[in-house]
């Protein structure tokens, strides 16, 4: 009897965990899902996606045909640049579409090249996109480089944030003393990086006198340290220090990174400053001057980047190492 007591509190617990768990179910979803006030809805949504990248109105129509006396399909012709992925575009547009309960299958033509992207929504296809890629139509990449860095030992659980980014950023240890950086290197994660050294100058009374002893010192240690290190010039040295760098790079055979015109993303940067600072970063970008973005690596940092990378990015910002910016 006690037994069968305690299997009847057990069957009656494991009941009521689970119902905890499909409220919350619900509650996950529901707070998800968007209504879907009327198929115009799934027009504007599909617009906004060719906005998103940057597809020019003419690069797109919309053909009706009639499936019932009650009920028009509208079939959207959208012509992709040529080197723009379809499944990128599929991809997006998924996502934009999902919370609406609309479902995304795609169906593509090998012989030409093709993709159709039906939309469904309660059993009923409501739209379909078909993707074609213009052969006379090229989206131009946007080069830009991106730099985090750290002023002390960076955890583990950074370094898997930066990797979640997707993206060929540059790490850069900036230290007063080189030594102090060697358990740096040993962080779990970060041989997956390119390390570049970023050495602030020292802070001596007879700076002049100074600077020789400790340059030369801050370099006999990393060479010690590093095989062929990278030396990052950062946007708080002046010409002066750029051209002491570039002769010690040329010297030692090390390679030297000119960032003295970076912008530049402290820890203490408001939120809105962030925001305008990635904004000119893309606008650059945008005219063709392969910008490089200096960020303190932290998590609010982090996280803005992935937020708003992912919408440049399909805009056509492509993130490139910044050797490419070496003097």
């Not at 119902?19 to 996950?28: C, H, K």
């Not at 009650?70 to 640049?81: A, D, E, M, N, Q």
């Not at 547009?93 to 609309?102: A, E, G, M, R």
């Not at 290190?229 to 010409?239: A, C, K, R, S």
Request: proline share 5%; net charge positive; glycine share 4%.
């Amino acid at each position: 009897m006690h037994g069968a007591t305690i299997r009847k509190l057990i069957v009656t617990v494991l009941l009521i965990a689970c119902s905890i768990v499909s409220v919350l179910l619900l509650r996950q979803q529901s707070g998800n899902t968007k209504q879907l006030t009327g198929l115009n809805k799934a027009d504007s949504l599909i617009v906004a996606a060719c906005n998103s990248f940057n597809i020019s109105k003419s690069a797109f129509h919309v053909e009706t045909i009639p499936v019932t006396p009650h009920f028009k399909r509208k079939i959207w012709h959208i012509s992709l640049p040529v080197n723009l992925s379809q499944t990128f575009f599929h991809y997006d547009i998924s996502q934009l579409l999902n919370p609406y309960s609309i479902q995304t299958p795609a169906k593509v033509n090998l012989k030409d090249g093709t993709m159709d992207i039906e939309l469904y929504y309660k059993d009923t296809v409501i739209r379909t996109i078909a993707l074609r890629n213009d052969t006379n139509s090229v989206r131009y990449d946007m080069p830009a480089s991106i730099v985090l860095f750290f002023s002390q030992r960076p955890s583990e659980k950074m370094t898997d944030q930066i990797r979640s980014l997707g993206e060929p950023v540059l790490l850069a240890f900036k230290t007063d003393r080189v030594v102090q950086t060697d358990s740096w290197l040993h962080v779990p994660g970060i041989e997956d990086f390119n390390i570049a050294y970023w050495i602030e100058p020292s802070s001596s009374p007879d700076q002049d006198s100074e600077d020789r002893w400790y340059i030369g010192e801050q370099i006999r240690n990393l060479a010690k340290m590093i095989h062929h290190p990278q030396i990052l010039v950062g946007p708080d040295n002046n010409d002066d220090q750029l051209k002491q760098w570039t002769d010690i790079c040329n010297t030692h055979g090390f390679r030297m990174i000119d960032a003295t015109d970076a912008l530049w993303v402290s820890q203490n940067t408001s939120a809105h400053s962030l925001v305008n600072i990635i904004r000119r970063f893309y606008k650059q970008a945008s005219l063709g001057h392969h910008p490089i973005l200096m960020m303190a690596a932290d998590q609010v940092n982090l996280s803005e980047l992935k937020q708003t990378i992912p919408v440049y990015r399909k805009r056509g910002l492509v993130i490139l190492p910044p050797s490419r910016n070496v003097r």
